[in-house]
């Protein structure tokens, strides 16, 4: 088994295509081995451009934060997957707990996404969690693996071992407050044997987990000490290019 780390800034509705060159100048020489750990940072569409642009010739990955299910049509405002895999991203967020509260999105359009996605050629970075709520019902590993088996639904196990899925407890999105690393390595560890469930050992073995919230240069390391935590999904700490660098170079 060698699962290969990513760590993924998610940038959600901040910076602009001038930003976007900025940090990624700043950040481009000084990551790591990407084949020690991969260095993604996923951006607002308006900043893809941008984004790939700047990161041309270096080892940062790069993606969108979210994309529709159609090619093309009538879809005013939305985001084609085709145009993404055009401008050369590699992954996409998908089903992350902001679209899915303030936009309705439902397990049964992530699983669309996830499958325009592949049929482009990209690869989705799959997003779950459960809220406080749900939580201090004891209810979240029922949650969580009922949003995972929607979202994988129809998938090869190709497909689900090139993929990544973030566990993102809503709780812990942008609040300053992690899940500890042993809620979020027992989590992930669940997910992982979901996997096995509905594909095979070797799948299960293939699909990179990452824990997301409230992830800082502080605590990245604990957490990545974890076996079955591949990585990090972070909003915050990846706005600036030192705390990103060090989030990225977390092994020294
Ligand atoms: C996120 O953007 O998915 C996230 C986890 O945000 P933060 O790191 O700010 O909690």
């Keep these: 088994m060698s699962r290969t780390p990513i760590i993924a800034g998610n940038w959600k509705l901040h910076m602009n295509p001038e930003q976007t060159t900025e940090f990624v100048d700043a950040v481009k020489d000084k990551l790591p081995d990407p084949s020690k750990v991969e260095s993604l940072i996923c951006a607002p569409a308006v900043d893809l451009d941008a984004l790939r642009k700047a990161a041309k010739g270096s080892n940062l990955h790069i993606g969108a934060e979210n994309c529709y ?3 093309e049509g009538a879809f005013t405002g939305e985001t084609s997957p085709k145009v993404l895999k055009e401008m050369g991203m590699d992954y996409v967020i998908i089903g992350h707990s902001e679209r899915r509260g303030y936009f309705h999105e439902t397990d049964e359009d992530i699983n669309k996404k996830a499958k ?3 049929a482009n050629g990209l690869k989705p970075i799959i997003c779950c969690g459960e809220s406080l ?4 019902a004891n209810k979240q590993e029922d949650w969580v693996v009922g949003q995972i088996k929607a979202a994988l639904d129809g998938l090869t196990a190709d497909q689900v071992s090139s993929l990544v899925i973030a566990y993102e407890p809503i709780w ?3 609040t300053g407050k992690t899940a500890s690393s042993d ?3 027992e989590m992930c560890k669940t997910i992982r044997e979901t996997v096995k469930d509905l594909y095979n050992e070797e799948t299960a073995e293939n699909v990179r987990i990452q824990y997301g919230g409230s992830v ?7 957490l990545m000490s974890k076996p079955d935590i591949d990585g990090g999904l972070v909003g915050g700490a990846s ?3 030192e705390s990103y660098l060090e989030l990225v170079n977390y092994q020294g």
């Design 116 to 118: 325009a996605i592949f």
């Design 239 to 241: 706005l600036k290019p």
């Design 133 to 136: 709520e749900t939580r201090e």
């Design 183 to 185: 809620q979020a390595e």
């Design 172 to 174: 812990a999105i942008g």
């Design 216 to 222: 800082k240069p502080a605590n990245v390391k604990e």
């Design 69 to 71: 299910f159609e090619d």
